[in-house]
């Protein structure tokens, strides 16, 4: 493996190790518990940042047309399916997650104070992004450290489903 696909690999597992530290900070009772996962979530957030800056320019040369392609391509091989639409959930995703952590830092309080329903939304979405590209999108044993991010992502919001408003 060439050193620019190793890092596109490694920020994007190193980011989905991190994505763990979300549900237990919104789900912890303890503040310091809530302050070290912020501090990972963010670090999350800025790997998959990385992840998809060094993909768009390392794999796909900078060229929206050749990534686009290249999705619609890899979705019709995996899913039977022939659209590059993934491109944009991953935008969207990185987004999201940057704007998550952003919103933890600037504003803690109200961060803790969301509603059940927009935290599970929010973990709703990533899980079903985290399922696509690190289970059904990857070959075959890393689908093993995908599958088991989202089972332990599953069980820590399971658990601490009563400690959301």
Same mark, same amino acid.
């Given at each position: ?11 994007? *597992? ?5 994505? !763990? ?39 796909? =040369? @900078?060229?929206?047309?050749?990534? *686009? ?20 959930? =991953? ?5 999201? @997650? ?8 600037? =504003? ?11 935290? !599970? ?10 399922? =696509? ?11 093993? !450290? ?20």
């Amino acid at each position: 493996m060439d050193p620019s696909t190793l890092l596109v690999y490694a920020t994007v *597992w190193s980011a989905l190790i991190c994505y !763990l530290a979300g549900p237990i900070g919104a789900t912890s009772g303890f503040a310091s518990h809530r302050r070290l996962a912020r501090g990972v979530w963010t670090i999350g957030a800025l790997l998959f940042s990385v992840h998809a800056i060094g993909a768009f320019a390392l794999i796909y =040369n @900078w060229s929206a047309s050749f990534a *686009w392609s290249e999705t619609a391509r890899r979705s019709e091989q995996v899913a039977g399916f022939d659209s590059g639409v993934g491109l944009v959930f =991953n935008l969207l995703f990185t987004l999201v @997650w940057v704007g998550d952590a952003v919103l933890w830092w600037t =504003n803690p309080k109200a961060y803790g104070a969301r509603r059940r329903r927009a935290v !599970l939304l929010l973990h709703g979405f990533f899980l079903f992004m985290i399922v =696509n590209g690190a289970v059904i999108f990857v070959p075959g044993p890393q689908r093993i !450290l995908g599958l088991t991010i989202v089972v332990l992502s599953f069980a820590v919001l399971w658990h601490g489903r009563t400690k959301f408003r």
